[in-house]
């Protein structure tokens, strides 16, 4: 999958969560079959939310109205990263556009869309070619 751009790091140098030193975070953006796709790798919370918050704004200020949220590599994320998908989902559907997330069956964030409610209102897929329409490469 070609990288269009995408931000990595720690959302807060020097801060302790959990026992490690460093929040690792990693978003990447890249085009797939008219999607924009932000693939996020890393946990969702209080204290990286705002780099997951970043990147649609972004793609969005360019224009971008149709995006792809990746969550295939999150193994954890809490109420700040809902927060941020709804704000997102919003912000498209305001300017026309739509959102649809990626998170296998059984994940911790598939369970908590499904918790919330989310994924009636959010279009939801196992894969990223499912998502998109493609059919899986054998």
């Known amino acids: 999958m070609p990288t269009d751009g995408g ?28 999607w924009t796709v932000l693939s996020i790798e890393g946990e969702v919370d209080l204290y990286s939310a705002p780099a997951v918050r970043d990147a649609p704004l972004a793609a969005m200020d360019s224009g971008v109205d149709h995006l792809l949220r990746d969550l295939t590599a999150v193994p954890f994320m809490d109420s700040s990263g809902l927060g941020v998908i709804v704000a997102c989902l919003k912000g498209l559907r305001e300017m026309g556009g739509d959102l649809a997330v990626v998170s296998p069956p059984n994940s911790p964030t598939t369970k908590l869309l499904s918790l919330t409610g989310l994924d009636h209102a959010i279009a939801t897929h196992a894969t990223l070619d499912q998502a998109t329409g493609r059919r899986a490469m054998s």
Do not use: F
């Open 7 to 34: 931000y990595t790091g720690s959302s807060r140098p020097g801060s302790s969560h959990e026992g490690t030193s460093e929040i690792d975070l990693t978003v990447r953006s890249s085009v797939l079959d008219g």
